[in-house]
Nanobody, 120 residues
Framework: QVQLVESGGGLVQPGGSLRLSCAASGTFWRVLVMGWYREAPGKQRGLVAS???????TYVDSVKGRFTISRDNAKNTMYLQMNSLKPEDTAVYYC??????????????WGQGTQVTVSS
C-alpha cells in the first residue's frame, strides 16, 4: 500500500513563509516525478510546481521567484518552500507522485491535501 502524507500547511500572514512536506511510504520500487498542486474554492486543481528524479523543476508563472520545490530521493520526500505568500495563494495543496511498483507498473498517487491560508 503506497501513501503520500503531506504536512506543513497552516495560517500565515501576507508576506510570510511556509514549508510543505510530502513523504511517500509503503512498498514500491521508485518515486519518479513529484509535484504540488493546489485547489482554491471555486477553481480547478492546478499544478504549482514539479520536480523530476534528477531535480529538473517547473513552476507556474504566479509562483516563480517565491516558491522553491526540492526533494530528497533517499527519504522519498518532496518539499515546497513558499515565501512572500499572498492571499491568492490560499488553497488546499496536494502532493502528487508517479510511483513505480515492484512489478514495474507506474501510476500516479495523491496525498490527502493540506490547507494553506494566507490572511491578515
Amino acid at each position: 500500500q503506497v501513501q503520500l502524507v503531506e504536512s506543513g500547511g497552516g495560517l500565515v500572514q501576507p508576506g510570510g513563509s511556509l514549508r510543505l512536506s510530502c513523504a511517500a511510504s509503503g512498498t514500491f520500487w521508485r518515486v519518479l516525478v513529484m509535484g504540488w498542486y493546489r485547489e482554491a474554492p471555486g477553481k480547478q486543481r492546478g499544478l504549482v510546481a514539479s520536480i523530476t528524479r534528477d531535480r529538473s523543476t517547473t513552476y507556474v508563472d504566479s509562483v516563480k521567484g517565491r516558491f522553491t520545490i526540492s526533494r530528497d530521493n533517499a527519504k522519498n520526500t518532496m518539499y515546497l518552500q513558499m515565501n512572500s505568500l499572498k492571499p491568492e495563494d490560499t488553497a488546499v495543496y496536494y502532493c502528487n507522485a508517479e510511483i513505480t511498483s515492484r512489478d514495474i507498473s507506474t501510476k500516479p498517487y495523491w496525498g490527502q491535501g493540506t490547507q494553506v491560508t494566507v490572511s491578515s
